[in-house]
């Protein structure tokens, strides 16, 4: 099987080394088949979906037990809360981050350069830790002190960069384009094994549903991996008559950067991407957008965007309800709570929020929004 480029069409062999098409688009893996009968059962990682992925049979995987994680039906207006916040590292950013380093490691890798606001940068050091490979992240100079530090706890290096977001990106491939042959720039926003990995979460919760599809997921958007990784897992499943439709897709922003909220309601010049409370959803110019909005169209889902202080306060009530959680999952739980309350969604419909972060994460930062510290 091979990669497509998104923009171009142009084809590539899935098991070489190739991070994106020569005209700059990302590339996408091709959709696999996964049914009831695939999964091996007796194991209770990702890894038991094996079949729909793109590793061979007998090749080795890098595992720190992710996946599998639980899904919880709360009193918190029915909703039911994918606690990928349970990860090895503390985020979803695990199911890519297994998928893109076991490649790596196979590929004879030595190191591996990515950039982030936090999450997939400890994914990534945690993965090549147990790989036994070398890991350079690039991070925004706010990033969480707790992320920080896990990062390094790793054995990773870390550079801080000034600046807006994009400016991490530049110098994180710079950095690799210094050391070619030697190290690689394994971006999780662009590689094509990272979204391959996120889709197992579909495959989790129509397990974990008895072999059903819920009426509804919501996820957050930064690069879109989770949001795209969902999909695509649900689709496999429809096409090959899995589940009878799709569940429909509600995304959610923060208005303090919200390019993908934007694009949907058109009026794409108004996109403003400043700082705030959601840190892990915060890209101003999300590559996939197109696709991610075609996605969320197809589902009859919507875009929606959230404020700081309904992130607070969904941030309040779903501690108090068991779930600490990260901002940046907070607003997740804010844009379900106002797709409940605006009538979009019913209380009786199946509903799944992922929680995407554990708040142990940001516990500096929730402390300060909280004034506890
Ligand atoms: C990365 C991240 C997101 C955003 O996921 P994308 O795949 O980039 O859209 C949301 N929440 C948390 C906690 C994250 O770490
Ligand atoms: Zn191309």
Redesign the pocket.
């Known amino acids: 099987m091979s990669y497509t480029c998104y923009q171009c069409g142009k084809t590539y062999r899935e098991d070489q080394l190739i991070l994106e098409c020569t005209c700059g688009g990302y590339l996408k893996a091709p959709e696999r088949a996964i049914r009831k009968q695939d999964i091996i059962t007796q194991d209770p990682t990702l890894w038991r979906y094996r079949k729909a992925l793109p590793i061979g049979e007998n090749d080795p995987v890098i595992s720190l037990g992710e996946g599998l994680t639980p899904l919880v039906k709360t009193n918190f207006g029915g909703l039911f809360f994918k606690a990928d916040s349970l990860m090895p590292t503390g985020?979803?950013?695990d199911r890519g981050a297994a998928l893109v380093i076991s490649h790596l490691k196979k590929l004879g890798i030595k190191k591996v350069i990515n950039d982030?606001?936090?999450?997939?940068a400890a994914a990534y050091a945690a993965y090549c830790a147990a790989a036994g490979l070398e890991c350079h992240i690039f991070t925004p100079a706010s990033t969480s002190v707790g992320k920080l530090v896990q990062i390094q706890m790793y054995g990773a290096k870390v550079t801080k960069v000034a600046g807006a977001r994009d400016q991490v990106t530049l110098a994180a491939k710079a950095e690799a384009e210094k050391q070619v042959g030697q190290a690689v720039y394994a971006g999780?926003?662009t590689h094509p094994l990272f979204p391959e990995g996120?889709k197992t979460v579909a495959y989790e919760i129509w397990e974990q549903l008895g072999w059903g599809v819920p009426d509804n997921i919501v996820?957050?958007?930064?690069?879109?991996?989770?949001?795209?990784?969902m999909y695509k897992g649900f689709r496999e499943l429809v096409s090959v008559g899995e589940i009878p439709h799709m569940p429909r897709i509600f995304v959610i922003q923060a208005h303090s950067c919200n390019p993908l909220y934007s694009l949907f309601v058109g009026k794409e010049e108004s996109a403003q991407c400043v700082p705030g409370l959601?840190e892990?959803?915060s890209?101003a110019k999300?590559i996939k957008k197109v696709e991610a909005i075609a996605a969320v169209r197809q589902t009859g889902g919507t875009v929606e965007e959230v404020s700081e202080g309904e992130i607070i306060e969904a941030l309040r009530e779903a501690s108090r309800a068991g779930f600490y959680v990260?901002p940046?999952?907070a607003a997740?739980v804010a844009g379900a709570l106002r797709l409940q309350k605006t009538g979009v969604i019913r209380s009786a419909e199946k509903t799944v929020v992922l929680l995407?972060?554990n708040g142990l994460?940001a516990t500096d930062k929730i402390g300060q929004a909280m004034g506890l510290v």
Not at 219 to 229: C, I, K, N, R
């Open positions: 985020s979803f950013k982030s606001s936090g999450n997939s999780h926003n996120c996820v957050p958007f930064g690069g879109g991996s989770a949001m795209l990784g959601a892990g959803i890209i999300p990260e940046t999952t997740t995407t972060g994460k």
